[in-house]
Nanobody, 123 residues
Framework: VQLQASGGGLVQAGGSLRLSCAASGRTAGTLTMGWFRQAPGKEREFVAGINWNGGMTNYADSVKERFTISRDRANHRVYLQMNSLKPEDTAVYYC?????????????????WGQGTQVTVSS
């Protein structure tokens, strides 16, 4: 499985961005997926996760009510809609997939990583 993330950029505080992750591979449409982020000098942290059919999602407390994860199973894509962005959301965002039924906040549970996409929120 290969993951390709895109959609990052520079946005002012209060603005929005939508990240996209394209998954390829034979099992791409059946994987539990998620987004993590890593700010300079900090550990990589869980942002949001979605199970294989989109029926279950979970979020880090810091992004609840602002971010929405969704997926297009037919096209093997996962999205992260980010609204009301704050400067503290600035980080490199990584798409991830799991070999388990539900996402995990633990980076050790991630089976595949995509390359990161930079999100910068100016104040």
């Amino acid at each position: 499985v290969q993951l390709q993330a895109s959609g990052g950029g520079l946005v002012q505080a209060g603005g929005s961005l939508r990240l996209s992750c394209a998954a390829s591979g034979r099992t791409a449409g059946t994987l539990t997926m998620g987004w993590f982020r890593q700010a300079p000098g900090k550990e990589r942290e869980f942002v949001a996760g979605i199970n294989w059919n989109g029926g279950m999602t979970n979020y880090a407390d810091s992004v609840k009510e602002r971010f929405t994860i969704s997926r297009d199973r037919a096209n093997h894509r996962v999205y992260l809609q980010m609204n009301s962005l704050k400067p503290e959301d600035t980080a490199v965002y990584y798409c991830a997939s799991f070999l388990r039924a539900y996402s995990s906040t633990n980076t050790a549970e991630v089976r595949y990583w995509g390359q990161g996409t930079q999100v910068t929120v100016s104040s």
